[in-house]
């Protein structure tokens, strides 16, 4: 009975490890495009912790913002959280639909900044190819 428990519970601390590191940020190497019913473009290519890195973001919610009444709550994080949890495939109202959210948060970034890949190419990688 002891070794029957002991088994199962190491199966299930097998699972949650698993969980957390299938959901941990920082080994994150694309933004998953599994919102979309019908992508049109590869995911985009990004190496979440050498990027922030590079870019000296700090702060989670610089990207993992959180909304309230159209004014963005200071310090408060999404990252919990997937992007399409908020932005639907469609506007609503002020809040853009996904790929609207994907491209003014890291385009709009990349393009103030005057830092980073704007073209579709340089994020939606085709097949591998560098």
Known sequence: MTKRIAIIGAAVLVSVLMLVSAYCQDD???V???GFINPQ???ALF???DHNAAAEVDD????????????????ESSEDMRCADCHGLERDGDTPSL????????KGCHEERKA???MCGECHVR????
């Not at 610089?62 to 909304?67: D, I, K, L």
């Not at 790929?99 to 890291?106: G, K, P, R, S, V």
């Open 99 to 106: 790929m609207q959210a994907f491209h003014l948060n890291c």
């Open 41 to 43: 473009r590869p995911e």
């Open 28 to 30: 994150m190497t694309v």
């Open 60 to 75: 989670c919610s610089v990207c993992h913002h959180v909304y309230e009444d159209g004014v963005k709550l200071e310090g």
């Open 47 to 49: 190496a979440h912790e």
């Open 32 to 34: 998953a495009n599994d």
């Open 127 to 130: 097949n591998g190819a560098s």
């Open 116 to 118: 980073g890949p704007i």
